[in-house]
């Protein structure tokens, strides 16, 4: 099992910048990917970012350029940028390790002035 716990969520103003972490624990080795995903109330959960173990990276278009993923496969980190106004979602950790997914509960974002 991996336990996920993130952090770093919170109020963000258009044009800000947010930093979201998250901790892995349990049994870390072998972790092949992590990653970050969104969903707002009432929608589908979309991926925002991906790392490998190798560390070839993945970034949803909609935040290419502006968000940045960083992994030790211990802990990953989202850096979030130029935010855009948006629907307040839920950002999710996401550990991908022998063919299962793990989850955290969520942080919620909101993007408002």
């Known amino acids: 099992q991996v336990q996920l716990l993130e952090s770093g969520g919170g109020l963000v103003q258009p044009g800000g910048s947010l930093t979201l972490s998250c901790a892995a624990s349990g049994n870390i080795l072998g972790i092949a990917a992590m990653g970050w995903y969104r969903q707002a109330p009432g929608n589908q959960r979309d991926l925002v970012a991906v790392i490998t173990s190798g560390g070839l990276t993945t970034h949803a278009e909609s935040v290419e350029g502006r968000f940045n993923i960083s992994s030790d496969m211990k802990t990953v980190n989202l850096r979030m940028n130029m935010m855009k106004p948006e629907k307040t979602a839920d950002y999710y950790c996401?550990?991908?390790?022998?063919?299962?997914?793990?989850w955290g509960r969520g942080t919620q974002v909101a993007v408002s002035s």
């Open positions: 996401n550990v991908h390790r022998f063919g299962l997914n793990y």
